[in-house]
C-alpha cells in the first residue's frame, strides 16, 4: 500500500507541474484529493491493515496529502503571478511617448475685455443691472426723450417686433428700469447685446454689444464722470493714455460729450487706424437730462447724475489692434486662438 501512496504522489505532483490554468489544478485536486479521490480511496482502506502497518501508512497517507497541497497551492500562486504578468505587459504604458493633448477652451476676446470692464467698475462701487434684448417703444426711446417724431431716431432705425416692440438699439432701456425701481443713490452698468440696421463692414455690425453706466446721486456733476471715464481708460488701455472730451449732443443727457483716447495704435501721432488724428472715439456721456429724471420719479431738483455708453466691439478691437470687427463674430479658431 506504501507503493501505492508513492505512486499517487507522483502521479499528482507530474499532473500539476502540467497544469496550465487554475481550472487544470482544481481538476488535480479532485481527482487526488477528492471526496472520492483516489488517495481518499487508499485511506478507506486502513481497516484491512493490521495494527502495526497502520500507523505507518497513515503517517505516510498525511505527508503525501500535506505534499500534493502544498505543490496545488505553489502551482496556483505561480499561475495567478503568470496571469499578472501578462496582464501588466498587455496592458504596458509607454511613459516615454507623448501623451494625447487635450484642448482648453478659453474666452471670446470679447468676454475678456466685458469681464475686465465688469471688474473695474464692481471696484469703483458699480452694480451690474441687466435688461430684455426685446424692448418696448417706451424703454427705448420715449423714457429717454426721444419722441415719435425724433431725429435722433434716424441714426438708430432698427428691427421693429409690431407696433410697441422692437430689439434694443441701446442697453439704456435697463437704466430706465433700474430709475423706476429703485430709489437713489443708483450705480449700475448694464452690459449687453443691442441691436442696429448698420451695414457690415470694417467697423459696423448690426448686432453688437454694449455697455452703459449710470449714477444718480446728490451732487453728482460734471467732475464725477470725468474722474470715473478718466479712471476706466487708464485701466483699459494703461496709464500713459490721454483723455480728451469733446462737446457733443445725445436727447438724453445734457450736456453731453464724446470721450477719446489717444490712439494704442501710434500713441497719439497719427495714423491709419485714427484717420491720422491720434485719437479714437471710444464712448459717449453726459449729465441725465432733468427730463429723463422726472420721467422715472425722480426728482432733478433733489438728484442729478451722469450717464455713458461705450461699445464693447470698439473697446475690444483698439484694446487688440483688431484691425476688423467682423473678426470678432466669425468664429474662425485661427484669430479666437491668439487669445
Not at 171 to 181: D, F, H, L, P, V
Not at 246 to 262: A, M, N, Y
Not at 280 to 306: N, Q, R, T
Request: proline letters at 5%; aromatic letters at 8%; one cysteine or more.
Amino acid at each position: 500500500m506504501q507503493d501505492l501512496i508513492m505512486q499517487i504522489f507522483n502521479d499528482a505532483t507530474a499532473a500539476i507541474s502540467t497544469a496550465q490554468t487554475e481550472q487544470d489544478i482544481e481538476a488535480v485536486r479532485i481527482k487526488y484529493l477528492g471526496k472520492n479521490g483516489e488517495l481518499t480511496k487508499i485511506l478507506k482502506q486502513m481497516g484491512t491493515l493490521s495494527p502495526e502497518e497502520r500507523p505507518v501508512v497513515g503517517q505516510l497517507a498525511n505527508k503525501v496529502r500535506q505534499d500534493i497541497e502544498k505543490a496545488i497551492a505553489d502551482a496556483k500562486g505561480a499561475i495567478k503571478e503568470k496571469a499578472l504578468q501578462l496582464q501588466l505587459e498587455a496592458e504596458r504604458v509607454d511613459i516615454t511617448m507623448p501623451g494625447i493633448k487635450h484642448k482648453i477652451g478659453g474666452l471670446h476676446p470679447l468676454n475678456i475685455v466685458l469681464n475686465d470692464l465688469i471688474d473695474i467698475f464692481v471696484s469703483m462701487g458699480f452694480d451690474v443691472g441687466d435688461g430684455p434684448e426685446v424692448e418696448t417703444d417706451y424703454y427705448n426711446f420715449e423714457a429717454l426723450n426721444v419722441p415719435a417724431d425724433h431725429p435722433a431716431r434716424d441714426m438708430q432705425d432698427t428691427f421693429y417686433i409690431g407696433n410697441n416692440l422692437l430689439l434694443r438699439t441701446q442697453t439704456s432701456a435697463a437704466q430706465i428700469r433700474t430709475m423706476e425701481n429703485h430709489k437713489p443713490p443708483i450705480r449700475i452698468i448694464c452690459p449687453g447685446r443691442v441691436f442696429r440696421s448698420d451695414e457690415v463692414d470694417a467697423t459696423h455690425s448690426p448686432v453688437f454689444h454694449q455697455v452703459e453706466g449710470l449714477v444718480v446721486d446728490k451732487g453728482i456733476t460734471m467732475c464725477d464722470l470725468k474722474g470715473t471715464l478718466e479712471q476706466f481708460v487708464h485701466e483699459i488701455y494703461g496709464s500713459e493714455t490721454k483723455v480728451q472730451f469733446r462737446p457733443s449732443f445725445f436727447p438724453f443727457t445734457e450736456p453731453s460729450v464724446e470721450v477719446d483716447v489717444s490712439c494704442p495704435e501710434c500713441g497719439g501721432k497719427g495714423c491709419h487706424i485714427c484717420k491720422d488724428t491720434g485719437w479714437i472715439e471710444i464712448l459717449g456721456a453726459g449729465m441725465v437730462h432733468p427730463k429723463v429724471l422726472s420721467i422715472c420719479g425722480i426728482d432733478p431738483e433733489v438728484y442729478s447724475g451722469f450717464a455713458f455708453g461705450v461699445g464693447l466691439d470698439r473697446l475690444t478691437t483698439t484694446r487688440y489692434k483688431i484691425s476688423d470687427i467682423r473678426l470678432l463674430f466669425e468664429n474662425d479658431l485661427r484669430f479666437l486662438e491668439q487669445f
